[in-house]
C-alpha cells in the first residue's frame, strides 16, 4: 500500500469525558476504510505520535522512527482513506506534582499538535482536523481527584480543591488556542454531560460513521463515598491503601452513592460558569459544536 489518507482526526479527549469507552466502542466496531490508533497502539516506548514523527518529547529517552514522514502515514493507514488518531495523554498530563491540575489547561498541547501537524503536511497529508470533549469544572476536578487516588496519590480532598480553582478550568480558552494552531482543519466539540444522547454525532465526528456500537458498561470504575472514606482512613492510619480494592469492597450502588467534591453552591457556581463557556465556544469561528437536536 502506497496511499496517504486523504483524512486524519486526532481526537484529544479530554481526560474523564468517557475518552476510554469512546475509544473501546470505535475499536470495537472496526468501522470500514477507517484505520484506529488508540491507547493500546501509541503508548509503548517507540510508538507514541511524537516519537513516530520525528519529535520525542523527551529527547533523551524517546526513540525516533527511521521511516520518513511519509512511510509512516501510509504505514499507520494502511490503505484506509481515514486515519484516527485517539490519545488524550498527547494533549499533555492530567497533573503536576502531588495533585494539582496543569494551568493553563493542556498548556503543552498547542506545541505538540503544531509539531504533528507540520510534519503531516511536510509527508504530503492533510490538515488535521481536531475532536475533543469538554466537561463542568466541577465534574472534571472530581473525576480528576478520583483518577489521581487510583494512580497512587492520596491527596485530602480540602487539599485538592484548594490547589485547584474552579475557574482554572477554562474550556474556552483551551479551545482558541487549539483553533489557532496551523495546519488545522476543524475543530469539533462536545460536553461528556451529552454524550450518551449524541453518541452517533461523536461517532460521525471522528470516523466518519454512526455505526457504531457504544460499549455497554462503563470504562472507567467510579468510586464511592464509602471506598473514598476508606482510602482517606487508611492514609491517616498510615496503612496499606489500595483504592482499587476498596472500589470493589465499596462499589457504588443505589444505596452507596459516587463521592463528590463540591457543595450545592460550588456545583451551582459550576454549572454557571460552565454554561457560559458552551455559549461562547457554540459561537466561536472555526469550532463546530454537537449538540442534542
Not at 91 to 119: D, E, H, V
Request: hydrophobic letters at 45%; proline letters at 6%.
Amino acid at each position: 500500500m502506497t496511499t496517504l489518507p486523504k483524512t486524519i482526526v486526532l481526537h484529544l479527549g479530554a481526560h474523564k469525558t468517557a475518552s476510554t469507552h469512546l475509544q473501546r466502542s470505535l475499536a470495537g466496531a472496526k468501522p470500514d476504510d477507517v484505520a484506529l490508533f488508540g491507547p493500546p497502539q501509541l503508548r509503548d516506548s517507540g510508538d507514541s505520535l511524537a516519537e513516530r514523527f520525528g519529535f520525542p518529547l523527551d529527547p533523551t529517552t524517546g526513540a525516533v522512527s527511521l521511516m520518513s514522514g511519509r512511510e509512516v502515514l501510509i504505514e499507520m493507514a494502511g490503505g484506509a482513506h481515514r486515519l484516527v488518531l485517539s490519545d488524550e495523554n498527547f494533549a499533555g498530563r492530567i497533573q503536576t506534582g502531588w495533585g494539582k491540575i496543569p494551568t493553563p489547561l493542556y498548556f503543552t498541547a498547542s506545541k505538540r499538535i503544531a509539531a504533528l501537524s507540520q510534519a503531516v503536511i511536510a509527508a504530503g497529508g492533510p490538515k488535521v482536523d481536531l475532536c475533543l470533549a469538554i466537561r463542568d469544572p466541577a465534574g472534571y476536578l472530581t473525576s480528576c481527584y478520583s483518577q489521581i487516588l487510583h494512580g497512587g496519590r492520596v491527596v485530602q480532598p480540602a487539599k485538592f480543591m484548594a490547589k485547584n480553582a474552579l475557574e482554572a478550568i477554562d474550556w474556552v480558552d483551551y479551545v482558541r488556542r487549539l483553533r489557532a494552531i496551523p495546519n488545522i482543519s476543524s475543530v469539533t466539540v462536545w460536553r461528556y454531560e451529552d454524550y450518551a444522547t449524541i453518541f452517533g454525532q461523536i461517532c460521525k465526528a471522528v470516523v466518519g460513521t454512526t455505526a457504531v456500537p457504544p460499549l455497554e458498561t462503563r470504562a472507567q470504575v467510579r468510586l464511592s463515598r464509602a471506598a473514598l472514606d476508606a482510602v482517606l482512613i487508611a492514609k491517616a492510619n498510615k496503612s496499606e491503601n489500595n483504592v482499587a480494592a476498596a472500589a470493589a469492597i465499596f462499589p457504588v450502588s443505589e444505596t452507596s452513592p459516587p463521592f463528590t467534591l463540591y457543595d450545592d453552591a460550588s456545583q451551582a457556581a459550576s454549572d454557571t460558569m460552565y454554561a457560559a463557556q458552551w455559549h461562547q465556544l457554540v459561537r466561536m469561528d472555526g469550532v463546530t459544536c454537537l449538540q442534542a437536536r
